[in-house]
């Protein structure tokens, strides 16, 4: 059992009419990677400052290390931010600007000096403490930041899409230095971003937050492959989603009407709810198979083929088709398909996920 | 071809350039005449009426009383120009739009008014006519368009400077003096240099707040009454002289200012 270092009780904010975030309640363990997903203006950024003392919450508590820290200073909190643009001091050199929390902290001229360089060296900027800010690149940058918010050894390091600026390459680089530097450092990280990939890259737990709700918590795996909600299945990759209504349900199945005929998945459900089933592009595969693991798709006709190297994207549209409902496919890149063929498509029955409308 | 075509335009810009310029042109010129009256014709050059002006004691004094003036009320002004820019672009107070109007509206009102309400102010709480007084006044002109010239340069990239600083446990004085105030470097020097130029020019509030110890335009308009010699000419060729100084670095800081923030 892990100790909770963070935890949100019933936390709302709201701006006049406007609710940024919605009565949210979060628990971080301590040396935990957690990373804050969600479209831009889901609340999310809120949620972080609202950790980090920018913001104040209307209504709920934040604790911190078993203390209330709703209404502290972030000064007097345990938490040091990673802002988006780094905020870095244009006026002072690398060095100063990693050894400024330290100097505020009226640590011991020594002992700050090898903290910096220590701080410099985990971030791999040894030898740049004469440099100044201008003179370095947006990774350079990244990395000054992340070093001056280290130095002071914060408990809990808030990251606000720290990555955001940078180019792809430099991007994934840094994904995976986040993640060394967190496990080299112990402190618990918790990182905002709206790109899921990053997400999925980088957390030991994914918190989604859509319209300033949590719409899903947990591992990313767990996050992909089991979407809580309709939106956690959309925004966590690409989904085909088919809706319906229950037509029975027993024994853990339910049996749903969709456009391409009745499907039978794991769940429970009230007969005549509305409901959705969520199915990976790279769930579906070609082919027939028969069994109670399988569920038959049926024939479709292939629309559209983009070749991306790991796989074909697919789009396929049913030959029964009732109405404009088109599939999309992740085949194997080794096999040729073009626009026109026909195929049967068959998925696992334990895969589909079944969802409220 | 091309030159005669333009021809029009430039006779136009002669005569608007003169039209502004040809004033300061011949004050400065007869401020070399060689003789007892500053009318033409121009025979010197001369120094001889500067050379008179610097023996004149109450002139040099003055004019150090306008430098401190200048200086002492402009430090006070771009002070507290920063403060309250700091804290309308921090804080985005409620009533924003309001406290913005308020502090440039007496950008609107006539120096005379502000003089005279200083001058029944003052009064009233028992501070005597003094350079003091002067100083005050040229704190109550200067404040809006200091305030108006660092305001302009808190960009939104402050803010998380700002909030950098507190998080990684820097007091209020600490944040202000160590990390905004040195950014704010160039905007606070403009700031300084114009509000010192005001002062240094300013003669109505300096004229009405003042009494024994006087600054400098105060001293030329006694000489003007006096009637019109080369030595006043030589006196507003110096004012005219270090007012353009103080704007030109003042340009040069603006200019540091704007491309900074860029």
């Known amino acids: ?357 | 071809m091309r030159l005669l075509r333009n021809l029009p335009s430039y006779v136009y810009l002669v005569l608007a350039l003169s039209f502004i310029y040809l004033p300061v042109v011949v004050l400065v010129l007869f401020s070399f005449q060689d003789g007892v009256l500053p009318v033409f014709p121009f025979t010197g050059p001369s120094l001889q009426w500067y050379e008179k002006m610097l023996a004149n004691e109450r002139l040099v004094e003055s004019l150090m009383n306008s430098v401190v003036v200048a200086i002492l009320s402009s430090i006070v002004t771009t002070f507290l120009g920063f403060l309250a820019a700091y804290g309308m672009a921090r804080r985005k107070p409620r009533f924003a739009g309001g406290i913005r109007f308020v502090l440039m509206a007496p950008l609107t009102v006539s120096y005379l008014i502000i003089a005279m309400g200083m001058l029944i102010t003052l009064n009233l709480i028992g501070i005597p006519k003094s350079l003091f007084a002067v100083g005050l006044g040229h704190v109550v002109i200067n404040l809006p368009l200091c305030f108006a010239i660092i305001y302009s340069q808190f960009g939104d990239h402050l803010r998380n400077i700002d909030w950098a600083a507190r998080d990684l446990g820097a007091s209020d004085a600490q944040t202000l003096l160590r990390v905004i105030a040195p950014i704010m470097k160039p905007s606070l020097l403009a700031s300084f240099c114009l509000s010192a130029t005001l002062s240094w020019d300013e003669f109505i509030i300096a004229f009405l707040l003042s009494r024994f110890d006087v600054t400098l335009p105060v001293i030329i308009f006694e000489m003007l009454r006096a009637g019109l010699t080369p030595e006043v000419n030589a006196a507003g060729t110096m004012v005219f002289a270090i007012s353009m100084l103080t704007i030109g670095v003042s340009a040069i800081f603006v200019f540091i200012a704007f491309r900074g923030k860029k």
């Open chain 1, 1 to 357: 059992m892990t100790k909770t270092i963070v935890e949100l009780q019933n936390v709302t904010k709201s701006y006049g009419t406007v609710v940024a975030v919605d009565n949210v309640s979060l628990a971080v363990s301590e040396g935990e990677f957690v990373v804050l997903l969600g479209p831009s203006g889901s609340g999310k950024t809120t949620i972080l400052s609202m950790i980090g003392g920018f913001t104040v919450p209307t209504e709920g508590s934040i604790t911190i290390n078993g203390e209330d820290m709703t209404g502290t200073a972030p000064a007097f909190r345990p938490t040091v931010t990673v802002f988006q643009d780094y905020a870095l001091f244009p006026h002072m050199t690398v060095f100063e600007n990693v050894s400024f929390g330290l100097q505020m902290r009226k640590t011991g001229k020594a002992e700050r000096q090898q903290r910096t360089e220590k701080s410099l060296d985990v971030v791999g900027l040894s030898g740049f403490g004469d440099r100044s800010v201008d003179q370095l690149s947006g990774g350079q940058r990244q990395r000054v930041a992340l070093a001056r918010a280290i130095a002071v050894e914060p408990a809990v390091l808030l990251l606000d899409e720290p990555l955001g600026a940078l180019d792809l390459k430099i991007r994934q680089q840094m994904q995976g230095e986040l993640v060394h530097l967190q496990n080299n450092i112990g402190a618990t990280f918790v990182h905002v971003t709206h790109d899921q990939e990053e997400a999925m890259a980088i957390a030991d737990n994914i918190v989604l937050i859509n319209e300033g709700k949590i719409e899903d918590y947990g591992p990313p795996a767990r996050v992909y492959l089991k979407p809580a909600t309709l939106f956690a299945a959309r925004f966590m990759g690409e989904s085909n989603i088919l809706s319906g209504d229950v037509e029975s349900s027993e024994s853990g199945f339910v049996v749903v009407n969709t456009a391409i005929g009745k499907l039978k998945v794991p769940g429970i459900c009230e007969i005549g709810a509305k409901v959705s089933i969520a199915v990976r592009p790279e769930q579906l595969h070609p082919g027939t198979q028969t069994g109670e693991e399988i569920i038959d798709i049926g024939e479709v006709q292939v629309s559209e083929v983009t070749f991306q190297g790991t796989h074909r994207l697919c789009r396929a549209v049913p030959t029964t088709n009732q109405s404009d409902l088109s599939l999309l496919l992740r085949l194997p890149p080794e096999q040729r398909v073009k626009v026109g063929d026909v195929m049967s498509l068959y998925a696992n029955r334990t895969q589909a996920v079944l969802l409220e409308k």
